[in-house]
Nanobody, 127 residues
Framework: QVQLVESGGGLVRPGGSLTLSCTAS????????IGWFRQAPGKEREAVAC?????????LSDSVKGRFTASKDNFVEKKFYLEMNNLNSDDTAVYYC???????????????????WGRGTQVTVSS
C-alpha cells in the first residue's frame, strides 16, 4: 500500500525558513515524481514544486521560485524535502506531497495526475 507522510510543518515568523519532509513507502519503483502542493484556507489547492526521483530534476511554481527548493535525501531512500526560505503570510497553508510514476514534465502542476497523496502538514507564517 502506497503511503506518503509529510512532516516538519509549524509556526514560523515572516522571513523565516522551514523544511518539510515527505517519506514515501509501499512501492518499489525508481521512476516516479514527488509533487508538493498547498492549500490555504478558503483557496483552491495549488502546485508548489515537483521533484523527479529518477532524473533528480525539479520544477517550482512562479510564486515560490527563488525561495523554495525541492530535493531528495541522498542517504535515505524515498525521503524528500521542500526547503522554504523567506516565508511570508501568503505561504500559510496545509502542504501536501503526492506521487505518481514519471518525471516532472511541463504538466507537473496538474494535481489530477497524482494518485497518491499524504495527509498534509500545516505551515503557518505569522509574527
Amino acid at each position: 500500500q502506497v503511503q506518503l507522510v509529510e512532516s516538519g510543518g509549524g509556526l514560523v515568523r515572516p522571513g523565516g525558513s522551514l523544511t518539510l519532509s515527505c517519506t514515501a513507502s509501499g512501492f518499489d519503483l525508481d521512476w516516479y515524481r514527488i509533487g508538493w502542493f498547498r492549500q490555504a484556507p478558503g483557496k483552491e489547492r495549488e502546485a508548489v514544486a515537483c521533484f523527479g526521483n529518477s532524473d533528480g530534476k525539479s520544477k517550482l511554481s512562479d510564486s515560490v521560485k527563488g525561495r523554495f527548493t525541492a530535493s531528495k535525501d541522498n542517504f535515505v531512500e524515498k525521503k524528500f524535502y521542500l526547503e522554504m526560505n523567506n516565508l511570508n503570510s501568503d505561504d500559510t497553508a496545509v502542504y501536501y506531497c503526492a506521487t505518481e510514476p514519471g518525471i516532472c514534465l511541463p504538466t507537473w502542476n496538474n494535481e489530477g495526475d497524482y494518485f497518491y497523496w499524504g495527509r498534509g502538514t500545516q505551515v503557518t507564517v505569522s509574527s
